[in-house]
């Protein structure tokens, strides 16, 4: 496939979408997603506002959603978050999704008409996304997609370089958290893989000495730039 993007990134933004329950109500943790802008004037979005889904679900189904991915404010809204970095829907270049649950799968593919770039996953979805990966693809110059199936049946993590920050490595729900080491991944789709791709993942970090971003780490959230700022 050829590179979709033109410039290598620039700036990287996190986004607050709201409060996410994790696995066996274990935790909650923070629902990100994250807009990265290129030196050709491109705009990412990674993940979007899974908060929204509750609102097209069916009467019976909305407290059920809500109760999820609760506590969620107008403030957690994706167009309110873009709207912190100045920008809208209309904005995005490319959608980017990093696994394919059905909430993400929905959302991502209301908010906006850019084309969507995603995993190949195992079952058919209610939308086709543009654009399908099963391996390891370069999106852009200093940007990779990394396929690495485990915690679901298709899920992305990222590796890019920024100006300033340097390397970075966004693993997304492939390593939400670090304690999924010791519970040996039990809630993944498939154990094994998803802890092989990780310590890849892992290895990859300490090879490019690059800041590791866990999908779902309350710890690594309190210290992280949220939006307005940007990572440069």
């Known amino acids: 496939m ?31 997603g994250y807009v990265v802008q290129t030196t050709a004037g491109e705009t990412i979005l990674i993940d979007g506002d899974l908060s929204s889904e ?19 404010t ?4 994706l167009r309110t978050q873009l709207k912190l970095l100045g920008l809208g829907l209309d904005d995005i270049d490319l959608i980017i999704q990093s696994h394919t649950p059905r909430g993400n799968a929905a959302s991502m593919n209301s908010v906006s008409d850019a084309p969507i770039l995603m ?20 999106i852009g110059p200093s940007f990779e997609a990394l396929f690495v199936p485990g915690r679901t049946s298709a899920q992305l993590a990222f590796g890019l370089y920024l100006p300033l920050t340097g390397a970075v490595v ?15 991944f039990a809630c993944a789709w498939n154990a094994r893989l998803a802890k092989d791709h990780a310590k890849r993942l892992i290895g990859r ?12 780490c309350p710890q690594q959230w309190s210290d992280m730039r949220k ?5 440069t």
């Open 170 to 184: 966004m693993a997304c729900a492939a390593i939400g958290r670090p304690e999924e080491f010791d519970t040996g």
């Open 74 to 77: 107008p403030e957690n809204m």
């Open 227 to 231: 939006a307005p700022e940007w990572y």
């Open 205 to 216: 970090a300490l090879r490019d000495r690059a800041t590791l971003i866990y999908g779902h």
């Open 2 to 32: 050829q590179p979709l993007l033109k410039g290598m990134p620039a700036r990287m933004a996190v986004l607050n979408l709201g409060m996410l329950q994790g696995h066996e109500h274990l935790y909650y943790a923070v629902k990100r």
């Open 119 to 138: 995993a190949q996953p195992s079952v058919e979805l209610p939308h086709t996304p543009h654009i399908l990966v099963n391996q390891d693809t370069t």
């Open 54 to 72: 509750a609102e097209r679900d069916p009467p019976e189904d909305r407290q059920r959603s809500l109760q999820k991915y609760r506590p969620t």
